[in-house]
């Protein structure tokens, strides 16, 4: 028992010694290589990194540019580390292709939302800072990354959007600002002009509304009982909500104070005798 446990031990003292005898400087090698790999593919990544950013190229797609070139980089010196112990390295590129095909068709979805990430940093479309409106969604652009887009909203909520619902779909961008469209009807006998003045004074009053555009006002329709005032001005995104409501309250007050009435749906009502003939008689 004893003995076939000492020999067992000492045949494999043995391939052990013949391993390092006939493979040693190829271990040597493939270590001095993986290295030296390593150092020169680390420092190609940064510098590929400090040159993107000093042409001006956003720092998403630097940092992917930066990690893919370290990437080939490294699965090089993989293959001549290889081929150091006389590997060949075709049978791992064939079982790497067939793997990297079942993971593509597996996560398509998620590949799209990078190909999609990798457009927008390319053609920009909307930057950091932006207000975009794309499926409903409204909000300003937070950050940017490969795979999805984050929005923030005037309530404080963050908005995820997968960057395949934004490429290829009907995509508004009113960069910093919002506009903020609304309507106030005013009687017949009341004078346009002076409703209209009045509007525009509440809007210059506003420090927060945008000067450039100007706003717009004007008579955008006749209804039943109103004339319609359309008034139409920008604001920042992120106060959207809050001078809408001041604005609103500021030509409500200022109409009241000017006598300007603001009408409500009436309907006539005309009541007829009935003819001598068509009244009913008594029997």
């Not at 095909?101 to 799209?112: D, K, N, P, R, T």
């Not at 409204?138 to 934004?166: F, M, W």
């Not at 920042?236 to 104070?257: D, M, S, W």
Request: net charge negative; glycine share 8%.
């Amino acid at each position: 028992m004893i003995k076939d446990e000492l020999a067992t031990l000492t045949q494999f003292y043995t391939l052990i010694i013949d391993f390092f005898v006939n493979y040693s400087f190829q271990v040597i090698g493939a270590i001095i290589i993986l290295i030296i790999g390593l150092i020169v593919a680390r420092w190609i990544g940064k510098l590929t990194l400090r040159v993107c950013l000093r042409n001006n190229v956003d720092v998403t797609l630097s940092n992917f540019i930066s990690s893919t070139v370290k990437l080939l980089l490294l699965a090089m010196v993989a293959v001549i580390c290889l081929g150091k112990f006389g590997i060949s390295v075709a049978p791992f590129i064939a079982a790497i292709g067939a793997v990297s095909l079942s993971i593509g068709l597996a996560l398509q979805g998620v590949f799209s939302n990078y190909g999609a990430g990798f457009t927008i940093i390319l053609t920009r479309p909307f930057v950091v800072g932006n207000t975009i409106r794309c499926n409903d969604v409204c909000g300003v652009v937070e950050e940017i990354r490969l795979a999805y887009t984050q929005l923030s909203t005037e309530d404080g909520e963050i908005i995820t959007i997968p960057n395949k619902h934004i490429v290829g779909e009907v995509l508004i961008n009113s960069f910093e600002n919002t506009i903020v469209e609304a309507t106030i009807g005013i009687s017949y006998s009341a004078n346009p002009d002076k409703a209209i003045e009045l509007i525009r004074e509440q809007l210059a009053a506003n420090a927060s509304i945008v000067k450039q555009p100007s706003p717009q006002v004007g008579i955008a329709g006749f209804g039943d009982s109103s004339v319609n005032i359309a008034y139409r001005y920008w604001v920042p995104t992120k106060q959207l909500f809050e001078l809408q409501f001041q604005i609103n309250g500021a030509v409500y007050q200022a109409f009241r104070e000017a006598g300007v009435e603001i009408p409500f749906p009436q309907r006539e009502v005309t009541l007829k005798s009935p003819r001598p003939e068509e009244e009913p008689k008594l029997l």
